[in-house]
């Protein structure tokens, strides 16, 4: 499959970790939109939350047990915001669901 997270997950593309375990994979986002900006991602291939089931929504649940102590890794002590964008609406660009956590600094009281 033809996924850049699923290479960046292989290390066939080059990326900086913060975070892995058997099941999920934290990097810098290479064009950071807030002093910290962070992608949380599953290792098996999803492709969005269109894709979320009840087979597979275990992973999200760690995902999101982890990602205190992924914020705290990287310096987020007063707070960050969880986005997962989905389809072209919401501008998708990479189809392998990630979430983005965003904080370092104040952020936009505005989503959208
Ligand atoms: P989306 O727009 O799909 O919600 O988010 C995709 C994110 O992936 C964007 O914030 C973009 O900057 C990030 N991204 C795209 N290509 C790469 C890459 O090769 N390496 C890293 N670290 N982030 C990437
Ligand atoms: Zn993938």
Partial sequence: MNCLFCKIIAGEIPSTKVYEDEKIFAFKD????????????????????????????????????????IAKLCGLENGYRVISNCGDDACQTVKHLHFHVIGGAKLAEKMA
């Fill in 30 to 69: 290479i064009n950071p939109q807030a002093p910290v900006h962070v992608l949380v991602i599953p290792k098996m291939h999803i492709a969005c939350v269109d894709e979320i089931t009840e087979e597979n929504s275990a992973i999200v649940a760690h995902i999101f047990q982890n990602i205190p102590k």
